[in-house]
């Protein structure tokens, strides 16, 4: 049976309402599942979205409940790592999008560059890591020689922005309730 892990920081909403009790739902499940959302959802945050991610990773998990709550947790208010078992084929009214395989049938080809960026390799580390890796996203990209014009940060596109966080996070997308039978136990971490 396949495993899925989802972080909760102290004071956010699948911290004070336990998943092993109620599922988990989306914040707007009759919303329409897009790859526009999906994109959205991933690069930018929004919770605005039918979408429920989901970790292959424990590690990923606890690194969001510690890092992503109101507060830091402690030993008396622990951050929450739900683990999640969901049979094949998944239950009633719920399918698992995987993010790569989604954007990968709508972006265009290779001549319209929609996810590919003009910086250097460590460019990569900036999406993956921006805000320990700052640095790397406002980079000027290397011009050919004669080098001129104006200076700018290499091009990055929504499209790369969620291929690369997909596979930072090892996501999985919910569409649909994750019924509480699914979430089968709650680590304490802090």
Known sequence: MPVFYRGAGVGTYWYTNDARISGFTAQFPGMVAS??????????????????SLTRS?????????????????????????????????PANLSLWDPIKQL???LPAPLAAAYQHDGQPNFLLGVVDPLGMKPYLSAPYVQPP???????????TIELETLVRA?????????????????????DGY
């Open 35 to 52: 790859v526009n959302v999906l994109m959205h959802h991933i690069a930018r945050g929004t919770i605005a979205s039918p979408l429920i």
């Open 58 to 90: 424990y590690g990923v998990a606890e690194d969001y409940a510690k890092n992503a709550g109101r507060r830091r947790p402690t030993a008396h208010s622990p951050a929450y790592v739900y683990r999640i078992e969901i049979d094949d084929p998944p």
């Open 104 to 106: 990968a049938t709508h």
């Open 146 to 156: 004669p080098a001129g014009g104006t200076p700018r940060p290499p091009t990055l």
């Open 167 to 187: 596979l930072r996070d090892a996501e999985i997308l919910a569409v649909g309730a994750v019924p509480a039978a699914c979430v089968t136990f709650r680590y």
